[in-house]
């Protein structure tokens, strides 16, 4: 279970910074005036990984009022099997990751494959802020304040063919900096995969960071999918490669146990796993338990997607 660091008089200040922060960054986006400020030498990109975090909250809350969880919650209470399955230990083991230099390649059924640097996607996309809550499959859950910019920015550069009806994700393979990876039980490296649709819906992004800062390694730096209406396993972390397919693809996880994670893995609190409930979940850093809401709360903008679909049979 996650214990919340006490929290020290030093770091109340970075709080206000990322507020202040904030409000710059609305005020020049409503003027527009992002461009010229670039041009002055003033960066809007994400803050540097030698900033200090937010203690609190910063007093974040997502659309349903629910406030964001803490930069410290969010960091230290994760899933990333390649480098540990304790998800106490993953910003330990994960500390050093190599996450520059970086490519990310996008193939396949698209009219211009391209192989982008990290920094060209820094660079070409405004970064926005999303508060999303994420729902582990496992019965938690955190609400987390991501940077990054929508998938379907990037697909339209890379403009997929009329075949191409699904997307498939896969995260770097490096089993000397990932040692879970050389654990023969799961078939590395982590694979994802979205249809065609739930890839260009706008809630689907591409996050680079978290509360004003970089994505640290434990949260998949340095670019990880983020969907916010499926269970967090198909967020896949630390993304390599992204592959338009005309085939479903098969996750990580449907391989291990197809029977427990299907391919669809939207949020259902009326669909339980095998071997647990999914009516409820525990919200990191709060008592008791709270309801599982159907697509984990983003039923208005997503659940048109899968009209006339058995859910239960497709889960
Ligand atoms: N490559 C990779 N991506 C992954 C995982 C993983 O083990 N490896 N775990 C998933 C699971 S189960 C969850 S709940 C989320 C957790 O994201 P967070 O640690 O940033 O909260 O990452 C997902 N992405
Ligand atoms: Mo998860």
């Known amino acids: 279970m996650y214990r919340d660091p006490a929290i020290r008089s030093s770091d109340i200040t970075p709080e206000s910074v990322y507020v202040n922060r904030r409000a710059l960054l609305r005020g020049l986006g409503a003027l527009g005036v992002g461009a010229l400020l670039s041009a002055c030498g003033v960066s809007t990109s994400p803050a540097q990984d030698d900033q200090p975090s937010p203690a609190a909250n910063a007093g974040l809350r997502d659309e349903l009022g629910d406030p964001a969880n803490t930069f410290a919650q969010i960091t230290n209470y994760n899933n990333f099997y390649e480098f540990t399955t304790d998800k106490e230990a993953v910003a ?20 211009n494959p391209r192989i982008f640097a990290i920094e060209d996607i820094l660079q070409m996309f405004d970064q926005e802020e999303r508060i999303y809550r994420l729902r582990c499959v496992e019965g938690w859950s955190m609400v987390i304040p991501w940077q990054g910019f929508p998938l379907h920015k990037l697909l339209a550069l890379v403009e997929p063919t009329a075949q191409a009806q699904y997307v498939r994700f896969e995260t770097l393979y490096d089993s000397d900096q990932m040692p879970g990876q050389r654990d ?21 992004i591409l996050s680079t960071g978290l509360y004003g800062r970089t994505l640290l390694p434990q949260n998949g730096a340095p670019l990880r999918l983020v969907v916010p209406w499926k269970y967090g396993f198909k967020s896949i972390k630390s993304i390599v490669k992204i592959e338009l397919t005309d085939t479903m693809p098969v996750s990580l996880w449907m391989a291990v146990a197809p029977h427990e994670y299907g391919f669809y893995a939207n949020v259902n609190p009326d669909v339980p796993h095998p071997r647990w409930s ?38």
Do not use: C, S
């Open 92 to 111: 330990r083991r994960a500390a050093n990751f190599v996450t520059q230099p970086w490519t990310v390649e996008v193939t396949g059924m698209v009219r």
């Open 184 to 204: 023969r039980y799961f078939p590395w490296p982590y694979a994802e995969g979205l249809r065609i649709d739930e890839a260009m819906h706008d809630l689907t």
């Open 278 to 315: 999914q009516a409820t979940e525990r919200r990191i850093g709060e008592m008791g338990r709270r309801k599982t809401l159907p697509f984990n709360g983003y039923a208005e903008q997503v659940a048109v997607l899968y009209a006339g679909m058995d859910l239960r049979k497709h889960y």
